[in-house]
């Protein structure tokens, strides 16, 4: 992974199969597939707000200049059932964001693919391997 | 595309309509269980009515659509040999769940993507929400409800964005409609009841509605006075809590995830019955009957069940609904692109 990724307009390199639009509005509506976006980010602050949470990040371009985004993540319910909580993201990590930004080109995205800079996903299913159970439950 | 997220046809379902179906037993009213041969009496509440309290979720029938694959005919219910087959689609979900290294072919897209949703904990028996017709399918709208002028945003989700007012009732977070609340979809379908003395009150996750609902025999209210989730009266019937729902707004939310699909009119009554069949077991059933919009009443069924520790979360939604904001900005940001294109094309 490239230290300095800064956005990515390599469209067609992306798979940009249609993948429906099911949650709570039509993220076509919202994000442009003609600007895919790939960079790092540090992470400043998590918003837990419905209808979607939204991380927020620093991107510090090639030239040295960072940059605020906001990528935006699940609902905040969905997150808490697969077992996120406040500290599952603290200020400072690292992440790498893949997706998509803003049609009105401000610096928001969507986290199609988000992962820690070693590749690991940054959601993964719930320990507890149950979907509804509450925040923290024991792994089974 | 159209908030038809609901009626999205899964990865699941897909597999599950390529199967070869056979006609099922009798409704059952958990995913998983065995068609119930002994009647369950549930607790009562201090006052003598059945307790339903609790807070229950269709999350078992995520991913069924509401009208069935017309391939499927008249066969509602997964043979034995399906139902495992969708336990194991199940089970390789949850593994992939777990995996903790992105896959090399990852898709990347502007939808959400897959670890957004919740997850059915057993596979639902049933091929479609519709159980009545016999196959499965919303029925025919009539003549006139074809051609009513729809309000923009009313049951539409990727709206022409020229105003807020474009947008759907679900997106603006004012209200998913009476069906729309409970019709499982890819998250928030948490239902939590809650008794007292001549009233039964039901508490939706997602856009946080709060249905009060009077047992006390009380005739509705005004026909003039109307609203989004109607006026509801309740009765039991045995252990069954019935309740019928009239008096809404027309024109505001369809019959289908979330309040899409066509909008039903004023004249729409829902009977909506609420059967405890165990004690983490419940079947729920609604017949929507609206004949300004329908030819023929019809009837979805889908069970509910309560999970160790699954709780309603607060839903303040429209406090943080940037995607309103950001819909109406983007769609501007489009129209002065092609403006701009237009002008240089003159020049």
């Known amino acids: 992974m490239k230290k300095t990724v800064g956005i990515v307009f390599a469209a067609g390199a992306l798979l940009l199969a249609g993948v429906p639009a099911w949650a709570h509005h039509a993220f076509s509506a919202e994000f442009d597939t003609d600007k895919p976006i790939k960079f790092k980010g540090t992470v400043t602050k998590m918003e837990w707000i419905n209808p979607h949470a939204w991380i927020h990040i620093d991107v510090k371009g090639e030239d040295g200049k960072v940059t605020e985004w906001m990528i935006e993540a699940a609902a905040p319910n969905s997150l808490l059932r697969?077992?996120?909580?406040?500290?599952?993201?603290?200020?400072?990590?690292?992440?790498?964001?893949?997706?998509?930004?803003?049609?009105?080109?401000?610096?928001?995205?969507?986290?199609?693919?988000?992962?820690?800079?070693?590749?690991?996903?940054?959601?993964?299913?719930?320990?507890?391997?149950?979907?509804?159970?509450?925040?923290?439950?024991?792994?089974? | 595309m159209k908030h038809a997220f609901l009626q999205c046809v899964s990865m699941l379902t897909v597999a599950a309509a390529s199967l070869a179906l056979t006609t099922g037993p009798a409704f059952t009213q958990s995913a998983t269980s065995a068609p119930a041969t002994k009647k369950w009496e549930p607790a009562k509440?201090?006052?003598?009515?059945?307790?339903?309290?609790?807070?229950?979720?269709?999350?078992?029938?995520?991913?069924?659509?509401?009208?069935?694959?017309?391939?499927?005919?008249?066969?509602?219910?997964?043979?034995?040999?399906?139902?495992?087959?969708?336990?194991?689609?199940?089970?390789?979900?949850?593994?992939?769940?777990?995996?903790?290294?992105?896959?090399?072919?990852q898709r990347v897209g502007t939808g959400p993507p897959g670890h957004w949703g919740e997850r059915a904990r057993r596979p639902c028996r049933q091929t479609s929400l519709i159980v009545d017709p016999a196959n499965g399918r919303m029925p025919e709208l009539i003549p006139e409800a074809k051609t009513r002028p729809i309000?923009?945003?009313?049951?539409?989700?990727?709206?022409?964005?020229?105003?807020?007012?474009?947008?759907?009732?679900?997106?603006?977070?004012?209200?998913?409609?009476?069906?729309?609340?409970?019709?499982?979809?890819?998250?928030?379908?948490?239902?939590?009841?809650?008794?007292?003395?001549?009233?039964?009150?039901?508490?939706?996750?997602?856009?946080?509605?709060?249905?009060?609902?009077?047992?006390?025999?009380?005739?509705?209210a005004n026909a003039d006075i109307r609203s989004y989730m109607g006026d509801s009266r309740g009765h039991w019937e045995g252990n069954t809590l019935v309740v019928e729902t009239t008096n809404f707004l027309g024109n505001r939310t369809g019959v289908g995830g979330n309040g899409g699909g066509t909008p039903t009119s004023d004249a729409l009554k829902l009977t909506e019955r609420y059967t405890p069949v165990g004690p983490n077991d419940m079947r729920y059933e609604v017949t929507i009957d609206d004949p300004k919009t329908f030819t023929q009443p019809f009837k979805v069924a889908f069970p509910l069940t309560q999970e160790p520790g699954y709780q309603n979360f607060e839903y303040a939604c429209h406090e943080g609904n940037y995607a309103m904001f950001d819909s109406l900005s983007g769609a501007r940001a489009k129209e002065r692109e092609q403006a701009a294109a237009a002008a240089a094309k003159k020049q």
């Open chain 2, 151 to 220: 309000l923009e945003g009313a049951g539409i989700n990727n709206p022409r964005a020229d105003s807020w007012e474009d947008f759907s009732y679900y997106i603006r977070c004012i209200s998913r409609g009476v069906t729309g609340s409970i019709f499982p979809v890819i998250y928030g379908n948490g239902q939590n009841i809650v008794q007292a003395p001549g009233y039964a009150t039901i508490l939706q996750e997602m856009v946080h509605e709060a249905r009060v609902i009077p047992l006390d025999g009380r005739p509705h």
């Open chain 2, 45 to 105: 509440t201090p006052w003598g009515d059945p307790d339903l309290q609790g807070t229950w979720t269709s999350d078992d029938c995520i991913g069924t659509p509401l009208n069935r694959p017309a391939n499927l005919g008249e066969k509602l219910y997964l043979t034995e040999e399906d139902l495992a087959q969708r336990e194991k689609q199940l089970a390789r979900q949850r593994e992939n769940d777990k995996q903790e290294f992105v896959a090399a072919d």
């Open chain 1, 82 to 140: 697969r077992g996120w909580t406040k500290n599952s993201l603290p200020v400072g990590t690292e992440i790498v964001v893949e997706g998509f930004q803003a049609k009105d080109s401000a610096n928001r995205a969507n986290g199609s693919v988000i992962t820690f800079t070693d590749g690991r996903k940054l959601f993964i299913g719930n320990p507890a391997g149950d979907p509804g159970a509450a925040p923290g439950a024991p792994e089974k």
